[in-house]
């Protein structure tokens, strides 16, 4: 099983849809982050958090360290939001490592 | 500044022949880390560096070395490539006690 598992792996929306992006892991964490990766290429920091919430335009990531659970959310979506999304964790205990989930490609539709 | 630069950005191999793959980083960070994106699977760690002269084994370092003689350069080398290394390589840096890591533009390797 691997350590950082998303839902959905492909996601479909139309213009001005919430989405949702989940992210569950199973080991003890330092921070947990999001990215962003556009079509051939590279990849961009979205988010690092290890509590609570971050908002960043119409951008939101929470996250609830009990249950291991993060999720991305995108307001009112715009196909310059399509894009891969990628949840990677830094592992708990001094490790200067992340572990990545396989990512979300997400599709939004005019 | 420039970030996180990767040289080349392209690359055709035959089998058995060797390449280095630059990355350089002037954000002055300790850590450099290099890493493999292949289809369907996650970003997968080849080897890391937490400070220049140090290098450490990731995930999967099979046939692949490392050197990270200055700070702000991590070489990745294949002795003897192999199709299995086709795959898009991605080198990512980050300051000491902040997590967030800063990714290159990637090399696109293709091994024939």
């Known amino acids: 099983k691997n350590e950082v598992e998303q839902s959905p792996q492909n996601l479909t929306a139309q213009e001005e849809e919430f989405i949702t992006i989940n992210c569950s892991y199973s080991?003890?964490?330092?921070?947990l982050h999001w990215l962003q990766q556009h079509p051939g290429g590279g990849i961009v920091s979205l988010f690092m958090?290890?509590?609570g919430k971050k908002k960043h335009g119409r951008l939101i990531a929470t996250i609830n360290i009990q249950e291991k659970h993060s999720s991305l959310h995108i307001t009112a979506s715009h196909p310059r939001d399509s894009a891969v999304y990628i949840c990677?964790?830094?592992?708990?205990?001094?490790?200067?490592?992340?572990?990545f989930g396989k990512g979300t490609k997400l599709t939004v539709n005019p | 500044n420039a970030g996180v630069t990767q040289t080349p950005k392209f690359r055709v191999l035959k089998t058995g022949q060797s390449m280095t793959l630059l990355c350089a980083q002037d954000?002055?960070?300790?850590?450099m880390y290099w890493y493999r994106q292949d289809p369907g699977m996650g970003l997968r760690l080849i080897h890391y560096?937490?400070?220049?002269?140090?290098?450490a084994k990731g995930e999967v370092p099979d046939g692949y070395n490392v050197s990270r003689l200055k700070k702000q350069n991590f070489l990745l080398g294949l002795e003897s490539a192999a199709p299995s290394q086709t795959s898009v390589y991605f080198c990512?840096?980050?300051?000491?006690?902040?997590?967030?890591?800063?990714f290159g533009p990637g090399t696109r390797l293709t091994v024939l």
């Open positions: 958090l290890s509590s």
């Open positions: 990677a964790v830094g592992i708990q205990g001094g490790s200067e490592k992340l572990v």
């Open positions: 954000m002055n960070h300790e850590y």
């Open positions: 080991v003890g964490i330092s921070a």
């Open positions: 560096s937490v400070g220049e002269g140090t290098t």
């Open positions: 990512a840096s980050r300051d000491t006690g902040y997590n967030e890591q800063f």
